[in-house]
């Protein structure tokens, strides 16, 4: 099955726009391109889709302040810490702002979106310190709901790595992770590296600049926190959606994480994304396909989330 023709449309179009590359030059202009093609994929008609309520508010960060987006439903049955898209260097509250009002209304859960510390002024562990100090930050506020971590990219990657931390700290405790086309092999050795790492929007060279900003050294790159295919025991993990693309440059590396879990015993739901690449999950109001493999990811995203269905669909 080759490329979905409308997400190839969207590519084109991006690219003539001068939006793509993903990466050139400093981060700075990096972050602006990446904003610019956030907002420029969304189309001229685009309006934001309703939540009931939108609030920004601050958490006690590990270095700081830390600014959130809490998008709130009608009636929420769970909370959800969601990080975004970007690499570990681009992206902010807006880029990812329709995933999350789709989100919200999806799976009838509060959102919590964080503006997690970027790199390379912020290099690993920033953004995962910003991470967990979110994640508490829901749970306290949100004591009697259930409680998952989600995020696509980069974000999926960290909502892995948080997954582990909850599990190793003592919480707060999980009843589920989102993990959206995740980054977790960081020597990016994978085949679909090779298959996919031209012409469908995130590139090989695209991830070694994004590596290079967001670990450094060595040391950093060794690190089971960042290098999730390293991490030498997942078990013990709460349940997971992995969702991955067939055109995705980290396709393999995100099937290879969801591999290791079921089979350290942790209840996986994996959902391959054929016809579409990196990036779908922000192009849903432009491409159909990649609307109803949303829908398919949040709909069982929510079956973890609500405990009745999913222990009902465990025992069935």
């Known amino acids: 099955m080759g490329l979905d023709p409308q997400l190839r449309a969207v590519f084109d179009r991006l690219d003539d726009i001068g939006v793509l590359p993903l990466t050139g030059g400093s981060p700075a202009e990096t972050r602006q391109r990446y904003r610019d093609l956030a907002l420029a994929h969304r189309g001229p008609d685009y309006t934001p889709e309703q939540v009931v309520e939108v609030t920004e508010s601050t958490v006690d960060g590990h270095d700081g302040p830390l600014a959130v987006r809490?998008?709130?439903?009608?009636?929420?049955?769970?909370?959800?810490?969601?990080?975004?898209?970007?690499?570990?260097?681009?992206?902010?509250?807006?880029?990812?702002?329709?995933?999350?009002?789709?989100?919200?209304?999806?799976?009838?859960?509060?959102v919590v979106s964080v503006d997690y510390r970027l790199a390379p002024e912020h290099p690993f562990p920033a953004a995962l310190d910003d991470t967990m100090a979110a994640l508490r930050w829901t749970a306290e506020q949100h004591p009697d709901l259930p409680l998952g971590v989600a995020g696509d990219g980069a974000g999926g990657s960290l909502a892995a790595g948080a997954a582990l931390r909850a599990r190793d700290e003592g919480g707060p405790a999980l009843v589920g992770q989102l993990l959206v086309y995740p980054g977790t092999d960081m020597t990016s050795s994978h085949h679909s590296v090779i298959?996919?790492?031209?012409?469908?929007?995130?590139?090989?060279?695209?991830?070694?600049?994004?590596?290079?900003?967001?670990?450094?050294?060595?040391?950093?790159?060794?690190?089971?926190?960042?290098?999730?295919?390293?991490?030498?025991?997942?078990?013990?993990?709460?349940?997971?959606?992995?969702?991955?693309?067939?055109?995705?440059?980290?396709?393999?590396?995100?099937?290879?994480?969801?591999?290791?879990?079921?089979?350290?015993?942790?209840?996986?739901?994996?959902?391959?994304?054929?016809?579409?690449?990196?990036?779908?999950?922000?192009?849903?109001?432009?491409?159909?396909?990649?609307?109803?493999q949303r829908a398919d990811v949040l709909d069982s995203f929510a079956a973890l989330l609500d405990q009745d269905r999913f222990g009902a669909t465990s025992r069935g």
Do not use: K
């Not at 975004?84 to 999350?100: E, F, I």
């Not at 999730?228 to 099937?255: H, M, Q």
């Not at 879990?261 to 396909?289: I, K, N, Q, W």
């Open 70 to 110: 809490i998008y709130r439903p009608e009636s929420p049955s769970a909370a959800v810490t969601y990080l975004h898209s970007g690499g570990w260097v681009v992206g902010d509250l807006d880029t990812d702002d329709p995933a999350c009002r789709r989100a919200a209304n999806a799976l009838e859960a509060v």
């Open 195 to 292: 298959a996919n790492g031209e012409g469908y929007f995130l590139t090989a060279s695209d991830l070694r600049w994004f590596v290079d900003q967001y670990l450094p050294t060595s040391e950093l790159r060794a690190d089971p926190r960042a290098d999730l295919l390293r991490v030498p025991d997942v078990s013990g993990l709460s349940p997971a959606v992995v969702a991955t693309a067939e055109f995705d440059p980290l396709r393999d590396e995100g099937n290879a994480y969801a591999e290791r879990l079921r089979e350290a015993g942790v209840t996986v739901c994996t959902l391959p994304g054929m016809s579409l690449a990196h990036g779908y999950f922000l192009l849903a109001e432009l491409v159909d396909a990649a609307r109803e």
